[in-house]
């Protein structure tokens, strides 16, 4: 019930978090939780009842791409979601305007989708080298791979490709 950042490696009801946004369940049963204020990704484990760091040092920035998640900075991870086979995990890293994808395998984290800049992105260009409005939510389609950005201040809907291409899908950014 309080504000905090304690708790890794330790039991659940123990733990503190601040600001919770997001919660994603693996196949495994494992969650995986958004500690936005925290700046980190966290997991806990039913079967343990343990709270442990995904990704994230808890300090805010912007670093570790190409590198562990955990040795990452993230400036308020807001969303989190998966693909249908949970190879990769997306996470929008609010503040830093982008779109971030972790290997599940190796737990490298990249950017996906945006370059820190607020922008509307052009239609058909690389995610990767366009700036985003205000992503807030993240969600995968299991059967097409599109991976969808719901920008809250942008007032639109977009769609990344198998390309890593963008596109407005709905709104007029009004």
Not at 16 to 30: E, I, K, Q, R, W
Request: charged share 20%.
């Amino acid at each position: 019930g309080q504000k905090g950042v304690s708790g890794n490696g330790g039991p659940g009801c123990q733990a503190t978090f601040n600001a919770l946004h997001a919660v994603l369940v693996a196949p495994d049963g494992m969650l995986y939780l958004a500690d936005t204020f925290n700046h980190t990704v966290r997991t806990y484990d039913p079967k343990s009842g343990l709270v442990n760091l995904f990704a994230g040092t808890g300090a805010k920035g912007l670093s570790g791409d190409g590198g562990p998640a955990a040795k990452a900075t993230i400036d308020e991870a807001y969303c989190i979601a998966t693909d249908g086979t949970f190879k990769t995990l997306y996470l929008i890293d609010l503040k830093n305007r982008r779109l971030r994808a972790i290997d599940m395998k190796t737990k490298i984290i990249r950017t996906g989708a945006g370059i820190g800049r607020k922008g509307v992105p052009k239609d058909g260009e690389l995610a990767v080298n366009q700036p985003l409005v205000d992503p807030r939510a993240v969600a995968v389609d299991p059967i097409s791979g599109g991976i969808y950005v719901l920008e809250r201040g942008g007032h639109a809907f977009r769609v990344i490709d198998e390309e890593c291409r963008i596109k407005t899908v709905a709104g007029t950014g009004k």
